[in-house]
């Protein structure tokens, strides 16, 4: 399905038909077919929307860098648009990140019954001397890389150079992606965990590079009314690699929320 908000096509789609509502705040880069599962594992009992941000999966980029707060109020007009009052949130990765933005705030269009973080984003990591030095480096050669002049001279290896720097989720983004990407991964969240007052079920792969399974115990330490399940052998997306157990854990959790 497709709803239009400020102009952006949104692509969303409904499962279940539960009295509650439960919403997926997806991944970074990813669509919103990636999170059938995790629908599928409560879909029984609640109603559960999953849709694309701008600018992930089939709706449309944003027209300017969007930092997360940008991405956090696009998703109050699309509770707004559905109608949707009350509802349980679960994020993975950078959906997590919004959620967390979400949370934090004083006030919202709409009632956060509970939350679930499945490998979120929102630490920002503390760089070792090495790594700022190599920064840095990156940065100065960038600068120089970058001149009209240097370009003509080299202009094939360059574009290969520029072409190996970064994350995946960096060098598959658009430019525009990339701007919103960049805004995002610098900013660090830590100090909005502990205004977080929902019921919040925290699930890590213990094998996560991309969100490391000290984020979660981090999570689980600031935010205070927060539990944390850990999916042994899994990365960063572990809901796909043990759907078995992500289901069990799932359904135990939201079970005594529907009683």
Not at 47 to 73: K, L
Not at 91 to 107: D, N, Q, Y
Not at 139 to 164: C, G, M, Q, T
Not at 183 to 201: F, G, S, Y
Request: with cysteine; charged share 25%; proline share 4%.
């Amino acid at each position: 399905m497709n709803i239009e908000i400020d102009g952006y096509n949104i692509c969303y789609k409904i499962s279940g038909s539960g009295e509650k509502t439960a919403v997926i705040l997806q991944g970074w880069g990813t669509d919103l077919g990636v999170y059938d599962s995790v629908a599928e594992a409560i879909n029984d009992g609640y109603r559960v929307v999953q849709f694309d941000f701008p600018g992930f999966g089939g709706s449309d980029e944003p027209r300017e860098g969007w930092n997360v707060d940008a991405f956090a109020d696009f998703f109050c007009k699309f509770m707004q648009a559905l109608e949707i009052k009350k509802a349980s949130l679960i994020g993975h990765s950078f959906g997590g990140r919004v959620i967390i933005k979400l949370a934090a705030r004083e006030e919202l269009p709409f009632e956060i019954t509970n939350i679930v973080l499945i490998d979120s984003a929102g630490i920002l990591p503390k760089r070792s001397f090495l790594s700022r030095v190599k920064v840095k480096k990156y940065h100065a050669l960038k600068k120089l890389l970058n001149l009209k002049v240097v370009y003509a001279l080299f202009p094939e290896l360059i574009d290969d150079w520029k072409s190996r720097q970064g994350s995946a989720d960096y060098r598959n983004a658009t430019p525009m992606m990339r701007k919103c990407l960049v805004m995002a991964v610098n900013e660090d969240l830590t100090p909005l965990l502990e205004r977080i007052k929902q019921d919040t079920l925290l699930i890590w792969g213990d094998l996560d590079t991309a969100t490391p399974l000290g984020d979660g115990k981090l999570m689980e330490e600031k935010i205070p009314s927060s539990g944390l399940a850990v999916l042994k052998g899994t990365g960063h997306f572990s809901f796909l690699e043990q759907p078995g157990t992500f289901r069990n854990i799932m359904r135990a959790y939201f079970q005594p929320v529907n009683g």
